[in-house]
């Protein structure tokens, strides 16, 4: 697979991740969609691989999602810029800091936000927790599992 089909499969990917962040876009979809692509010109047994653990992990967040709080965030009155704000955090997190980066990047991402719109401490952190409980949670997991897919590919990019 050439060099410039690698970055079209990363851009897809990123496009993916963004998806996550914005209802009605079909995020996880469009990942996993990118891996096929990606081991179906590929043909390596790491490609291989990588697509079967994308689908299994996918495949296991679409099955626990009904245990998930529904994703509703402007009856929440959560502004979306909250959520890509930290959609955005998250995604630099996991690659500065593997796997729990993301965790503290969307819920850093989500109180810095909602602290500058409004103006204190308390209120941030009060309003971090509501947002957390009304769609924080399902985007979370969804966003988190997507970059473990992303991150599979970039190690097997790497090391394979």
């Known amino acids: ?5 690698l970055v079209a499969v990363g851009l897809v990917m990123l496009l993916g991740l963004l998806g996550v962040l914005v209802p009605g876009v079909p995020g996880q979809a469009i990942v996993w969609a990118s891996v096929v692509w990606w081991a179906l010109e590929d043909k390596t047994a790491v490609a291989w691989v990588v697509l079967i653990g994308a689908t299994c992990v996918l495949l296991l967040n679409v099955a626990l999602r009904p245990l998930l709080p529904a994703r509703r965030h402007s ?3 959560v502004p979306l810029r909250t959520l890509l704000v930290g959609g955005a955090a998250a995604i630099g997190g996991f690659f500065l800091l593997p796997v729990v980066g993301a965790i503290a990047g969307f819920v850093g991402g989500i109180y810095g936000v909602e602290r500058a719109r409004l103006g204190s401490h308390g209120g941030g952190w009060a309003s971090t927790r509501t947002v957390m409980r009304a769609v924080g949670y399902p985007v979370l997991v969804e966003l988190f599992t997507c970059l473990l897919v992303v991150g599979a590919w970039v190690g097997a990019l790497i090391w394979g």
């Not at 697979?1 to 089909?5: A, C, I, K, N, Y």
């Open 1 to 5: 697979m050439g060099v410039w089909q």
């Open 75 to 77: 009856e929440a009155g």
